[in-house]
């Protein structure tokens, strides 16, 4: 199959660098034409077929403006989708709070032809740029760190709001997927696959 315009594009801004954090003004417009170009009929199961593995946010306006707001980088933000379970890791960076990993884990459906929801119930924190885990559970079955870590998934099970979790499904291939972030005034999630 011959790739649009648009997606030709998008690989060529990703081929020159184009990041979560350095993201032209040209990226917005062709993000849009690469949505007006969806080839996936029923994008929102076809997620659960076509996402299977890790994926890295590069496109995501709203993060990188609560990124200045907050003086914290967030940067790569990768999804794992294995099956319909999802594991989120974002690293975090700030002169304030240092850096390390903000992590959650769940299930992944759709309930609609152009729609996936998230359950996140699982959350962890990992503080430093190496220690990431795969799960919330690995290496804290007791100590300071197993109290940590139910007091960080508590915190997170409270804060999680299932109606914050509904993403409508604007394009999708096996490489590239955009979502959009309906509380924000649909502002566009854009990804591409990490591992092929």
Do not use: C
């Amino acid at each position: 199959m011959q790739k649009s315009a648009a997606k030709r594009k998008v690989e060529e801004l990703l081929q020159s660098g184009t990041s979560l954090y350095r993201a032209g003004p040209e990226v917005g417009p062709v993000i849009d034409s690469l949505i007006a170009e969806n080839p996936t009929a029923d994008p929102g199961p076809g997620t659960l077929r076509l996402g299977q593995g890790t994926w890295e946010v590069f496109y995501a306006p709203h993060i990188a403006a609560l990124s200045s707001t907050l003086g914290t980088r967030f940067q790569p933000l990768r999804y794992i989708l294995e099956g319909d379970q999802l594991t989120s890791n974002v690293f975090y960076s700030s002169s304030l709070v240092q850096e390390g990993w903000l992590s959650s884990s769940g299930r992944l459906f759709s309930n609609a032809a152009d729609t996936v929801e998230v359950a996140f119930d699982k959350f962890w924190v990992d503080i430093g740029s190496t220690k990431l885990r795969h799960s919330g559970t690995e290496g804290s079955s007791s100590g300071m760190k197993g109290a940590v870590d139910a007091a960080v998934n508590a915190i997170g099970r409270a804060a999680f709001f299932p109606q914050l979790a509904v993403f409508p499904v604007k394009y999708l291939d096996a490489d590239l997927a955009v979502f959009s972030f309906p509380p924000l005034n649909d502002s566009l999630i854009a990804v591409r696959r990490l591992d092929t």
